[in-house]
């Protein structure tokens, strides 16, 4: 399957925990700066020493596409990306529960779902990462079992 999927570097030793993915994930996603709306997390391991940024894998068959009562999550010809059209989101909550790494949030504002949509095919996490802990790659991958 042709899709790009946004690559974590997961040396120890290159995500610093700044949150500047998280800022500019916001940003991108609701015209402000806030962390706690971002469709990317960090995760803080061993007493902080050790950062792991974690983003929608856009898997190959995903079971929050699967389990859309109305069909508002498809992946987005252009750029691969399995995206919600909040429009039609009806703020059930079964894509957050089925997604195996727990990127599908709800907006507390209104209760849609949102998630990491790759910025459409240009991510501002990965241009904003001063370590270089994000990467983004397209091309033809396997795709992967239980996704």
Known sequence: MNRPVKLINTFFDRCTGC????????????????PNKAGIRIEHR?????HLP???RHCG?????????VGAIYRDDGSGAVVIA???CI??????RFCPLEMIHADPADG???KCDLCGGDPACVKI????????????????EGE
């Open 19 to 34: 949150s500047l993915c998280r800022t500019a994930c916001s940003m991108h996603l609701f015209g402000g700066f806030n």
């Open 46 to 50: 061993w007493e902080n020493l050790v």
């Open 54 to 56: 974690v983003a929608c």
């Open 61 to 69: 068959n995903p079971l929050c596409m699967r389990v859309c009562p």
């Open 86 to 88: 909040r429009e039609q």
């Open 91 to 96: 703020a059930c909550g079964l894509c957050s």
């Open 112 to 114: 849609l779902a949102y």
């Open 129 to 144: 990462c001063p370590c270089g802990a994000l990467g983004f790659s397209g091309g033809d991958l396997p795709e992967e």
